[in-house]
């Protein structure tokens, strides 16, 4: 019966408003790539691909007086971001929601949430191994000289008139860099910089040659010799369009003595500015 509707109030309907706001929270919380690339809202307009505009440089050159400037080309390209649907069911059964002493409906939506946020972070990260700019130190581990040379290589692209710097490296990544900054753990003292100090006693990085650090799992399986890719990026490097927010739904299946609930949204990534954006590939051996 699982195509069956149940049209009165069933409990799952009754859980509706606690899922529902518990997956939202937690879908917002737990993206950490996301709010770092640039987002496009399309909810609720026609069509299902987004045309991002991709604006030439100029350059001034000087001129005489009474000299008439000559034109500047400024023909403009475009990037496309589709949106696809993703989704995630869970059934919660009357016996495990009775039997239970927490709140089934936040769990539930705590669950469906963190699944669309890792998806969404797991699509943005995919596109970091595309940027034509890579340190790939497959074999070895990644250094602060290492983050030095990607912000210089932004730099050099003038990504810096486009936003802050932000690296996304995997954990395993950023213990390599926790490690060099501590003297592979040393005890705080004045011979560290006030960033290993802070590494050593918060355990995480901050910012370093002005790039601000994040650590994420979404990062992915190491690749077949081991490495990881992170990377380090402006906010224009990438793009995130969401056609429909996430929404929640639920439906009884009385045979089942069960309720299937059901989360959904459709969006889409694509890489915009190239030169805004460089990979890291590092070794990322296991740290135990």
Same mark, same amino acid.
């Given at each position: ?20 706001? /518990? ?79 927490d709140d089934t ?85 004045? /011979? ?59 439906q009884r299946d ?9 989360? /959904? ?24």
């Amino acid at each position: 019966m699982a195509n069956e509707f149940d049209t009165g109030v069933s409990g799952a309907d009754a859980l509706y408003a606690n899922i529902m706001q /518990s997956a939202l929270f937690t879908l917002n919380e737990q993206s950490i790539i996301r709010p770092l690339v640039r987002n496009y809202d399309m909810t609720g307009t026609p069509g299902l691909t987004a045309q991002v505009p991709i604006y030439p440089a100029v350059t001034a050159a000087g001129v005489a007086d009474g000299t008439d400037l000559s034109n500047s080309s400024f023909a403009t390209t475009k990037k496309e971001i589709t949106a696809s649907e993703v989704g995630v069911m869970v059934t919660v059964t009357d016996l495990l929601e009775e039997a239970s002493n927490d709140d089934t409906a936040a769990a539930v939506g705590r669950q469906i949430g963190a699944a669309m946020a890792e998806k969404v972070d797991t699509d943005l990260a995919a596109l970091f191994t595309g940027f034509s700019n890579n340190i790939n130190k497959t074999s070895a581990a990644v250094t602060v000289e290492d983050l030095f040379k990607a912000a210089a290589t932004l730099k050099a692209n003038k990504a810096d008139q486009n936003g802050a710097f932000v690296a996304v490296l995997h954990p395993y990544q950023a213990y390599d860099i926790k490690a060099q900054l501590t003297n592979n753990g040393a005890t705080m003292s004045h /011979s560290l910089s006030d960033v290993g100090n802070r590494a050593l006693e918060q355990g995480f990085i901050g910012r370093i040659a002005g790039i601000d650090v994040f650590e994420s799992t979404i990062i992915g399986a190491p690749d077949s010799a081991g490495a990881y890719t992170g990377a380090v990026m402006t906010q224009d490097a990438l793009g995130y369009m969401v056609k429909r927010s996430m929404r929640i739904e639920t439906q009884r299946d009385a045979s089942l003595r069960a309720s299937e609930i059901v989360g /959904s949204m459709a969006y889409g990534v694509s890489e915009l500015f190239d030169q805004y954006g460089v990979g890291i590939t590092s070794d990322g051996t296991a740290v135990i």
